[in-house]
């Protein structure tokens, strides 16, 4: 690894000297370095490609690190960036320029030993580019960072490479199994499917969305199997990442937490989700408050974190619709100090408010506390007589356990979290059987009336489920 560490102190730059020195002695190993004392002197050292990992200090004099870095991503778009600095209050405009951390001073080996792993490790992987596929069109590289997800259909594998391009092949799914079982950030999700968890943004309770939004199936044996496997690549992609603001990620029943963050500022976005992801959570983005209306309506949340400035209607507007769609409790995240527009979010519904200058750890003790309250109690849900017991796998009515088959409850506890939307017989064939080839609906016909039978016989003072003709079925829940 090729390692330049540029800080105008001298005091802190013999000491990175000393630390660095350390760890190659701990690791056995012996690293290209160059230390420079002043930004003008490696900026006119640098071509372009000369270094793998640049340390460089925030504030220097003349030209500051900051300015540094938005000259190397002219030279250099792939060199990792460390800064370094006594404050935390560059931290977002660092990651403006692609900074891989930002590491508080004075570093230490705990802080600065981790990253340098895992650089090494990154860089080992990128030696491994890929494998080699004779496809329809001769023969080609597939690398590995670039493949999206695998899919089998009919005997013919697809390979989807994230920028779009699909490359297939005649085989089967456990031939391809075995040039990436050894590779972590490969999981097999489905029988027809093998994805790459660096592409990953949520996991469903049936299905997986990627970043380039393709939805990729999740059988229901695996499904705790594949959020454990995530919790766990996003807590190694973390810890390292970030190692001055780690902790363990967090144990939960139905796998990471799944935060909507609502902020249309690039850089606050990425600042707090990687706290978040820190954390083990599962982060997705809305610019605006009409694309969020729209993403909580299809998906589900454990929290929605709301900045207050945002397109169109405000965060306040935005939070009282909010309330109205979902469970999930809503938080500001404001630059906006004021007291009274922290009432003004309470009055909307927030459940908390927290500024922007908020310290990390702060930051994250507030959103652990408001989620683990919000979700112990949503581990049961009531519907009048009837009670959803999610971590039972139980329905009861009126205190009475029915007698439900796996899928029946799966498809009750499913058509539940939007109570009123009616679902196509294809969009719950989906939710259950994954990408199973469509039946036209029989499979679903035939456990929707058996399940509907037995809430009837249970309670036939009320229908919670109802059919609509031509469309599909909706869930109606009881009075209390």
């Not at 990471?256 to 850089?267: C, F, N």
Request: glycine share 6%.
């Amino acid at each position: 690894m090729r390692i330049a560490v540029c800080d105008d102190d001298e005091q802190e730059l013999a000491h990175l000297r000393e630390l660095i020195t350390e760890y190659q002695l701990s690791r056995g190993i012996s690293n290209d370095c160059r230390f420079f004392n002043n930004s003008t002197d490696f900026l006119c050292d640098m071509k372009g490609g000369e270094y793998d990992l640049i340390l460089l200090d925030v504030l220097m004099p003349g030209v500051s690190g900051v300015q540094v870095a938005r000259e190397l991503r002219e030279l250099d778009k792939n060199v990792k960036l460390i800064f370094i600095s006594s404050s935390p209050e560059f931290a977002v405009e660092s990651y403006r320029v692609g900074a891989y951390y930002y590491l508080l001073k004075p570093a230490d080996a705990d802080s600065l030993f981790p990253l340098l792993d895992k650089v090494e490790s990154e860089l080992f992987m990128q030696k491994e580019q890929g494998f080699v596929l004779k496809d329809r069109k001769g023969i080609v590289m597939i690398s590995f960072a670039g493949l999206e997800y695998v899919e089998v259909i009919n005997k013919t594998v697809s390979f989807h490479m994230a920028d779009g391009v699909i490359r297939e092949m005649t085989a089967a799914l456990a031939d391809v199994e075995e040039k990436l079982s050894h590779r972590p950030e490969f999981i097999k999700t489905h029988r027809s499917y093998l994805v790459n968890l660096k592409y990953v943004q949520s996991i469903g309770v049936s299905s997986i969305v990627t970043k380039n939004e393709h939805i990729i199936p999740v059988s229901r044996r695996r499904r705790n199997q594949i959020q454990d496997v995530y919790v766990r690549f996003l807590h190694q992609e973390g810890t390292v990442v970030r190692a001055s603001d780690t902790s363990d990620v967090q144990e939960h029943p139905g796998g990471p937490w799944r935060i909507l963050l609502v902020d249309d500022d690039p850089a606050d976005r990425t600042f707090w989700a990687d706290i978040l992801s820190c954390h083990g959570c599962i982060v997705q983005f809305a610019e605006s408050g009409e694309n969020a209306i729209k993403m909580a309506a299809d998906n589900s949340y454990d929290c929605i974190l709301l900045d207050v400035l945002i397109p169109g209607e405000d965060g306040f507007v935005i939070c009282e619709r909010l309330r109205k769609i979902v469970n999930a409790p809503v938080i500001f995240l404001s630059c906006l100090t004021e007291p009274d527009r922290q009432v003004q979010g309470f009055a909307a519904g927030g459940i908390e408010y927290i500024t922007k200058d908020t310290p990390a750890e702060l930051f994250w003790a507030k959103i652990e506390t408001r989620i683990k309250l919000a979700v112990s109690d949503r581990t049961q849900l009531y519907f009048g007589p009837l009670l959803l017991d999610l971590t039972e796998h139980k329905a009861l009515m009126n205190g009475e356990e029915l007698t439900l088959t796996p899928i029946e409850f799966d498809i009750l506890w499913r058509i539940s979290e939007q109570a009123g939307r009616v679902f196509t017989p294809e969009e719950i064939y989906r939710m259950v059987w994954g990408s199973q080839s469509w039946d036209d609906g029989q499979m679903v016909q035939m456990h929707m009336s058996r399940l509907r039978r037995k809430l009837e016989k249970a309670w036939g003072e009320h229908h919670f489920i109802e059919a609509v003709w031509g469309q599909g079925y909706r869930f109606v829940p009881g009075s209390h």
